[in-house]
């Protein structure tokens, strides 16, 4: 269960630009929607605050009971750690780590290493269509490929929360509905509540509720 | 479109200030250094060389001889002889002043003739002796140039007291050698000096002036047959550059190690070039893609290093200055190692090495960009455009014969013999050795990595990336390389030419006390009486005496020290190496001799002794590190019976069981008031030796502590840019979970492990740079052999230092990472 | 007194200064009998002696030239105990001149040396002194060499006696003032037959012509309050000579004045102080130094009258740069009712009040 409430977050001072006023959402787990908005609206301010990587200025985010803005940063780290996946517009797979590396990495956070990570790993690359190649490397896939190795790390470790920035937003059109079909299928299948930004309307089709997100609402798209 | 492209490049450097800062500051401390150690010694050299000319005025030839005279009969033969048209008598001698512990340069001259061929020596009445005619040839007066006067403190009507065999000789000053100069000399007539300075009958030289259109070399050849044996004919002009030879091997040497500081600083611009250029990658796609050519592309990449290194110039040349001015006030022109002592040198500014040393700051600054440019003109700009592709930190990592190829290159270079004195091959090992070493560093890396453990999991992801980018590894490590191996192997080599010099000075100093006739004085001898003295003395068991002389055995060579000692026939006492025989007529010749003569044990040695040359045949080769330009051994005995010269210039006694060494020496120095007579314990020696040798290697661990400092630099310089380049990577790896705890772990694991392997592979290379330096610039350079010995203690503390230094400059450096808008860097746009 | 010119002002402090008990020097006294060759060399054991030639060369071209050689010895005093091959105890040095009116000015060198085997000496019997290659000697046919080079002169000569030696003073023992220890032994050989080469800037000329050497020697020889003197050595074209001259005080007048004159028949008569009168008829000013001096003289001796002309005004010796002495000497012709009767050489010093006693010397 999420629930945010009342959520503020100004930058630059007092007198500054308001980017999120008094937002609040609530989604029980299996939802799965997306957030869209104007470019700069604070599509991805909101993402951060949801993940705790930044400090709301005002209001509460909680999940499963538990207050994110009342947590440290090594507490917040650690909750993250745990409980959420990420998938980023521009995949951020470690170049220098192997596929099946790269997708255990979270397993490895949480110190599970060894083969039972491994074969997590593996399972979670052979259900993202990548099974053949665990050991192969990030420079020789494609985008679309990169980005199915990042869902796959997003939800290796079945997290609560699933965040998903822009996913296809450096992929073509052809791919990316293959990998928007691939994510949400993930997440559901996984139990998690997901929640995808994006601006484009067609990506946010594939969600099942649409959210425009304004400084001080965010309301259903209609 | 220039200038603007000029903002890009040129501008970018201002952007990424630390790091060019960093690049600049290690240029700048390679030239800066370089340019210091060839401002001082050219300082010195040309003081020096002024300083031979100054007393060498206008002869056009100088006959010398051993430094105890030759028979004074030449001096007529040569001044009636046909292509001379002056000639100028001169006794040189070393006379100790009565109560100080020094000794000063006393020449004997004949006022009549010096003005003729060496006016600066021209001695000149001063005070109420102004007027008188015949000053110059007072028996009791004695004239000082301005600086020796400067020196003691002394004026006219002042009294001088020196030394003699036959007790203090009383001087009073009368005058000065105006033309002298800085020359710390004093004069008096060549009749007093021969007579009452214990040469009489000798002259240590003759100056000579050639009449108009006779060539030196036909005077040479015309007076070689009027020569006695040990007499030969020479140019002041050689002379000059005999003495820059004795110190060329050190000042190479010295130069040398700038260089590879300045070599350092090409590594740091390599690395900060290699990581912004792995950076701005995208944009240079971009460029590409709007029209920037590939030559123009890397051009201004060159550019870029071009401009770093005019900047680390420029601070070099103002440092190097600064550093000289400064050196030269406190050491002297030698660095203080002894070379040119009683010069007092200025610095003399040219343009010349000033150009040559910005040049070289610029082409550090040009090759370390060379390779990373080279890089970017091979990028594709499709590709590079497109977001998320991998960061191409495969630079330098080379082709994988490569390493091994320069390391066995540097085998080869070892053996190659020395060109005109100076080991070239020893230097190109060296840089081959550092050249490999570097080469070497990606498997290596991959090695070091191979050792860590894959948990926790900061360290895990550390080795992953040094084990798929060791591209990285070498950028990073490539300076700290280079600092370890060369502090490593100066450590090393100074090691082990301390303890061996250490080693040597006790094989040599086995008496228990040691007795000088005067500190280095060759005007005072022990004479026999002085020299039954001793040997009478109670509580003394048995005294060996010493002659020592200089003699010339080719024109071509400095002098060469003449020990005549008592010796058992198989040399034992001597610090041999290698092999030796039992011959009748020994001579026991040091290292130098064996490579500057070619000489080997049985082969023949003419020696000149009183003028005439005897058959000695060498038996064995000793090990010397006080006289560089060679030394020979004979028995006393057989020196005495060839010369007739019973004078000794040293004792070495042995003393009675019981007998303290304190209660002798009181007991000598009382029995010999006034004596001149230098007593001195093999400790105190040693003491003393060891003292002037870690004062000449000052120097080095100046120039150690630069390539730390310098490859220190180069390890924050590359983590600085890496992190720069990684914020994203780091940003994602918050999202994951890391908390900034784990991600300067893993920045630190990455530094140390880089350093470790800099530092693994240093050692090595150092080692291997130390047994080069120890084996073949030494022995070719200064024609001794040491013992290698390598201080491992010391080494491994310097070794865990510096990965620990490294490991806390990769983390601050990466302190940027760990901030929170490294956090939002994810989703920020490309 | 005569030349020795720079050598004496060199002497002078030192004969002052120096401490002269110290030193045995053998003294000059009446009555002792000269005779050559025995006294033609070197008296060790007397401060100072020196050996003189001054003389005119023509030319085959009929141009006349002047010459001079001296020799000085000196007796230093200093490290006789020493017997050192650079023992200072005996100091040689000589002086050499060349007087070329096409020059305009004296050439001249100069030679010092320790008394040294072969490189420098005076060598006792007959005359023998040389420094390097500068000889005065006698040979053994009777004849004397005389040789000498500079810069840009050089001269190679033969000098033949024709005359007995003029013993001057009383059997030459010659006072030099007042007081009899001022003395020297003193002899003149005049009238040589000269003969030879004379080299001026590089061209090499056979000359023949008439010489003058004096032969003196002495330890106490300069009276106080001398400043200076004038000296006259003329070869009478008769075959006659006249020796003349006279030591000055400081203010000019004549401390002491004596001469000696040979008569064509060979007579020999000693011109003692009232016999002998000088009088200046000219003065020339020198342009490098500015010291006037009295180039041309009447000479008034026993009421007969010369004049005395230079064979060139410039006769100057500035050794200020050298030995600090300040000089004239040169080549005069004498002259009676305006006839040339003879030729010799003229000695002029102590004129210029730059005449720095004992700025010369070896260390000069």
Known sequence: MLDISNLSRRFGGPGSRIVLDRISLSLPPGSYVAVVGESGVGKSTLLNLVAGLDRPDQGRVVVDGIDLTTLDDEAMTRWRREHLGFVFQAFHVLPHLDLLANVALPLWLQGRRGREADAAAAAMLDAVGLGGRTHGWPAELSGGELQRVAIARALVHRPRLVLADEPTGNLDPARASGILALLREHVLSAGAIGILVTHSLEAAGTADRVLKLHADRLEPLS | MKQGLAAVFIGGLLRRRAASALSVMAIALGVALGLAVHLINGAALAEFGRGIRTLAGEADLRLTGPASGFDDALYETVALHGSVADASPVVDIEAGVVGKDTALRLLGVDALRVGAVQPALMPRPGGDRADDAFAAFDPGGVFLSPALAAQLGLAEGDRLALTSSSGPIELTVIGRVPGAGGEAIAVVDIDVAQQRFGMAGRLSRVDLRLKPGASAEAAVRALAPLLPAGVVAITPEATVARAAGLSRAYRVNLTMLAVIALLCGGFLVFSTQALSIARRRAEFAFLRAIGLGRRRLAGWLLGEGAVLGLAGGVLGCALGLAFALAVLDWFGGDLGAGYFEGIAPGLELSPGPLIGFLALGVAAGVAGAWLPARRARAIAPAAALKAGAGDPLTVGSGARWSGPACLSLAVVACLCPPVAGIPLGGYVAVALLLAGGVLTLAPLAGVVAAACPRLPVAVGLARARLQAVPGQVVVAAAGVLASTALAIAMAVMVASFRDSVDRWLAKVLPAELYVRAAERNQAAHLTPTLQQRLADMPGVAAVDFLRYDRLILDPALGPVALIARTLPADGDELPLVGEHRVVDDPVWISEALVDLLGLAPGDALTVPLAGRGHRFTVAGVWRDYARQGGALVIPLERYRALTGDDLASNAALHLAPGVGVDEIAVAIAAAFPNGGLGIASPGEIRRRSLQIFDRSFAVTYLLEAAAVVIGLAGIAASFGAMAAARRREFGMLRHLGLTRRQIAAMIATEGGLTAASGALGGIFVGGAIALVLVEVVNRQSFHWSMDYRVPWPSLALFVVAIVALAALAAVLAGRLAMSDSAVRAVSEDW | ?364
């Open chain 3, 1 to 364: 007194m005569r030349r020795r010119s720079w050598l004496l002002w060199l002497l002078l402090p030192w004969i002052a200064v120096a401490p002269v008990a110290a030193t045995d020097y053998a003294p000059v006294t009446p009555g002792r009998a000269l005779s050559l060759p025995a006294d033609a060399g070197a008296h060790p054991a007397h401060r100072i002696e020196w050996w003189y030639v001054t003389g005119w060369l023509d030319d085959d071209d009929g141009a006349s030239r002047g010459f001079q050689l001296t020799f000085f010895r000196l007796r230093t005093g200093i490290g006789e105990d020493r017997p050192g091959r650079f023992s200072p105890a005996q100091l040689i040095s000589a002086h050499a001149a060349v007087s070329d009116p096409s020059v305009g000015h004296l050439l001249h060198a100069e030679r010092r040396a320790r008394a040294s085997g072969a490189l420098a000496g005076a060598a006792e019997g007959p005359m023998q002194a040389w420094i390097g290659d500068w000889r005065l000697a006698d040979q053994a046919d009777g004849g004397i060499v005389a040789r000498a080079s500079g810069e840009r002169f050089a001269f190679d000569l033969r000098l033949q006696p024709r005359l007995p030696p003029t013993w001057n003073g009383e059997d030459g023992f010659s006072r030099k003032g007042p007081q009899a220890e001022h003395a020297s032994y003193y002899y003149s050989l005049t009238g040589l037959v000269v003969s030879g080469w004379l080299t001026v800037d590089g061209r090499q000329r056979p000359v023949r012509g008439v010489a003058w050497l004096d032969h003196e020697w002495s330890s106490e020889y300069l009276p106080e309050g001398a400043v200076g003197w004038d000296w006259l050595g003329l070869n009478l074209d008769d075959g006659g000579a006249l020796m003349a001259a006279r030591i000055r005080r400081a203010d000019g007048s004549a401390l002491w004045r004596f001469g000696t004159l040979r008569t064509v028949d060979g007579e020999v008569r000693e011109l003692d102080f009232d016999a002998i009168s000088f009088e200046a008829l000219r003065h020339w000013r020198s342009p490098r130094s500015g010291v006037r001096y009295p180039v041309s003289w009447r000479l008034g001796v026993d009421g007969t009258s010369l004049v005395l002309e230079p064979l060139m005004d410039d006769q100057e010796l500035d050794g200020r740069a050298s030995t600090g002495a300040i000089y004239w000497e040169g080549a005069v012709r004498a002259l009676r009712d305006g006839r040339a009767v003879g030729r010799g050489y003229l000695e002029l010093t102590g004129y210029g009040d730059a005449l720095r006693l004992g700025s010369g010397g070896p260390g000069r």
